[in-house]
């Protein structure tokens, strides 16, 4: 069984550039959230995709979007980058048969220079 | 809106020992699970246990269980002989059980150091 991946591991871009990060999620999983943790923080909840769609979304601005595509396989898009975007950004998958258990990847960690 | 509060940003404890961290929740939702998650250097968030809301008798993992107290909304994870492996930050973390409000609500964290 494949576990939750998350690419790139880490990258560096320029306050005002636009970033897409990227998520596979675990083998027979059909959920994927996002998360994003500042330094030292826990984990906030971005948005959450099923059926390729927008299914909850939590208190960040419109310049944060997601898609989910048909293998459930996800990305998270920021534009506009801002200093405050630097974090770890988690993936995580979960099945709507297997209760919803979260399986987090190995995480993202952009930093906005 | 559900909240989870850890106030103790490290704690220390020594290899063999048992060391307890605290959490204090806040929702009036009456059914819901909570977890501690485990995050090492190595990024990765690693699930260490569940509870249920509904089931009173308190959740137990090979060397970690729980004190969940439902009315004061409180639910604490004992660490039973404290591994060098056990170092990392900690992370309590709320849930509904289904459907679009399956986010996870996380607390700040808290280090956990184990001295050798």
């Known amino acids: 069984e494949t576990g939750v991946t998350q690419s790139p591991t880490h990258l560096i871009k320029t306050r005002g550039q636009q970033v897409t990060l990227r998520c596979s999620s675990q083998?027979?999983?059909?959920?994927v959230s996002w998360y994003q943790q500042a330094l030292g923080q826990g984990p906030q909840f971005i948005f959450q995709?099923?059926?390729?769609?927008?299914?909850g979304r939590g208190n960040f601005p419109p310049r944060f979007s997601g898609l989910q595509f048909p293998n459930y396989s996800s990305e998270l898009n920021v534009n506009a980058l801002e200093l405050d975007d630097s974090a770890l950004y988690l993936c995580?998958?979960?099945?709507?048969?297997?209760?919803?258990?979260?399986?987090f990847g190995p995480g993202t960690r952009l930093t906005v220079t | 809106a559900q909240t989870v509060t850890q106030s103790q940003p490290e704690m220390s404890v020594q290899e063999a020992e048992t060391v307890t961290l605290s959490c204090t929740y806040d929702?009036?939702?009456?059914?819901?699970?909570l977890f501690w998650y485990k995050q090492p250097p190595s990024r990765q968030m690693i699930l260490v246990i569940r509870?249920?809301?509904?089931?009173?008798q308190n959740a137990t993992e090979n060397r970690f269980s729980v004190n969940f107290q439902k009315a004061a909304k409180s639910f604490s994870l004992k660490i039973s002989d404290s591994q060098l492996g056990d170092a990392a930050m900690y992370f309590c973390a709320y849930r509904l059980p289904t459907g679009a409000n399956s986010k996870l609500t996380f607390g700040k964290g808290i280090t956990l150091s184990v001295r050798p």
């Open positions: 083998s027979g999983h059909n959920t």
């Open positions: 995580a998958s979960s099945s709507t048969r297997g209760g919803y258990e979260q399986y």
């Open positions: 509870q249920e809301a509904y089931k009173q």
């Open positions: 995709y099923y059926r390729e769609e927008e299914n």
């Open positions: 929702t009036s939702e009456s059914d819901y699970y």
